[in-house]
Every structure is written in structure tokens, then in C-alpha cells.
């Protein structure tokens, strides 16, 4: 199993990021996936995840601003981030939904003030 993030960066408050993360060695269509973050300091949460339907939920802090997506086809997830806040820096990793797959090494996000 292979997770790859890709997409974060330094943004300034208010701007946008996507993130993309591949998955290898796994059924990808049948698998549920998140996107968690974590804070410098902090424990690993998660923030979204996306069903195999397509259904998907999110973390208070982040709802009607990240919208979580997936591309079967490309063996994809993305997270489209917007209205970014200082509090959402942090490594983003994506994982299945229970969160038992090997981690990748995750894509900082740094969001400035």
C-alpha cells in the first residue's frame, strides 16, 4: 500500500489550496477515504472523508470550506480547501476512513496571518 499527498504549501489567510493523494495497492473504488490533519503538537484528526458512494462528512471547523472528492479512475481523493484560516496548518495525510493503511509522509499546509 502507497499514499501519496501532494498540493499543500504557504498561503496566506483567506486563500485557497488543493490537495491530491494517490493510492496504490489497494481497491481504491471500494475503499472509504479521509483526509486527516495534523497540528504541530497536536493528534492526528480527521477532517472529511468520502465514502465509496460518494457520501461525504466533515469536522465542524472545516465545514463549507473544504469540500472532499474522488476521482475511482485515477485511484484519487482530493481536498479542495478555501477561506483558509491560520488554525487549519497543520501535515495533511490521507488514509482510509479507519485510518489502518500505511501512512504517507503527508503535504504540509502553512497558512499565514
Known amino acids: 500500500v502507497q499514499l501519496v499527498e501532494s498540493g499543500g504549501g504557504l498561503v496566506q489567510a483567506g486563500g485557497s489550496l488543493r490537495l491530491s493523494c494517490v493510492a496504490s495497492?489497494?481497491?481504491?473504488?471500494?475503499?472509504?477515504m479521509g483526509w486527516y490533519r495534523q497540528a504541530l503538537g497536536k493528534e492526528r484528526e480527521l477532517v472529511a472523508g468520502?465514502?465509496?458512494?460518494?457520501?461525504?462528512n466533515y469536522v465542524d471547523s472545516v465545514k463549507g470550506r473544504f469540500t472532499i472528492s474522488r476521482d475511482n479512475a485515477k485511484n484519487t481523493v482530493y481536498l479542495q480547501m478555501g477561506s483558509l484560516k491560520p488554525e487549519d496548518t497543520g501535515v495533511y495525510y490521507c488514509?482510509?476512513?479507519?485510518?489502518?493503511?500505511?501512512w504517507g509522509q503527508g503535504t504540509q499546509v502553512t497558512v499565514s496571518s
Open positions: 468520502i465514502t465509496r458512494a460518494g457520501s461525504t
Open positions: 488514509n482510509s476512513l479507519y485510518g489502518e493503511l500505511s
Open positions: 495497492g489497494i481497491i481504491f473504488s471500494i475503499t472509504d
